[in-house]
């Protein structure tokens, strides 16, 4: 079978770092995608890995390892903006999105 | 960018009446358009896949009949919300595959149903 999992809540503070994990299990694998995700907005894309590594992209960075179907999307020096959900998904073998619920990430001064 | 316009953004309809949300692909052509449906704190759940000129697929539990989907050009899908009850309001969002990894969202609808 398929599932995705991410923790549903995360507290940080600002100007420091978090690390957002997310496991998966899927028999087929085509990438995987980190969404930011405003209330009451849509997903904003952040980050695709398809290859293992860590793929970095200004504050943000996305680690990848199929083997143990585990990713992590990292933020540094927070900023209050940068309080919303955080939505991790994998393609499947049909290039659907598989998504996780979402990680609320607070954010205090 | 691939940029999918939808409209409207929120409604508030009566119980019993019918909804349409549009979703147009602006600068691209999306011959592939998924639609979601997300509740309050959770995920987006996928309700149903259309593709262009043909039947729309329905993931399990949606039902068909209430949620119409029609996908008529490469530019424009649209999700109908018939006969809508209280339990249908949720935060509805299309998205467009681009290229063969990529996904684009439009901005979502909010529905309301009293």
């Known amino acids: 079978g398929q599932n995705i999992d991410q923790p549903t809540e995360m507290t940080a503070t600002e100007g420091a770092i978090v690390q957002i994990n997310c496991t998966y299990q899927?028999?087929?694998?085509?990438?995987l995608f980190w969404y930011q995700q405003h209330a009451g907005e849509a997903p904003t894309f952040l980050s695709y890995?398809?290859l293992d590594g860590l793929e970095e992209k200004g504050r943000f960075s996305s680690f990848l390892s199929r083997s143990k179907g585990y990713s992590y999307l990292l933020l540094k020096e927070l900023q209050m903006k940068d309080s919303a959900s955080y939505l991790c998904?994998?393609?499947?073998?049909?290039?659907?999105?598989?998504w996780g619920a979402g990680t609320k990430l607070i954010i205090k001064p | 960018g691939a940029v999918v316009s939808q409209h409207p953004s929120w409604v508030i309809c009566k119980s019993g009446t019918s909804v349409k949300i549009e979703c147009r692909s602006l600068?691209?052509?999306?011959?592939?358009m998924f639609w979601y449906r997300q509740f309050p704190k959770q995920s987006l759940m996928l309700m149903a896949t259309?593709?262009?000129?043909?039947?729309?697929?329905?993931e399990q539990g949606v039902e068909k009949d209430k949620f119409l989907i029609n996908h008529a050009s490469l530019t424009l899908s649209t999700l109908t919300v018939t006969s809508a009850h209280p339990e249908d309001s949720s935060f509805y969002i299309c998205?467009?595959?681009?290229?063969?990894?990529?996904?684009?969202f439009g901005s979502g609808t909010r529905l309301t149903v009293v």
């Open positions: 899927t028999s087929g694998f085509n990438g």
């Open positions: 998904a994998f393609m499947d073998s049909n290039y659907q999105l598989i």
């Open positions: 600068d691209f052509q999306a011959t592939t």
């Open positions: 998205s467009a595959r681009v290229g063969d990894t990529g996904y684009t």
């Open positions: 259309s593709n262009e000129g043909s039947k729309a697929t329905y």
């Open positions: 890995n398809v």
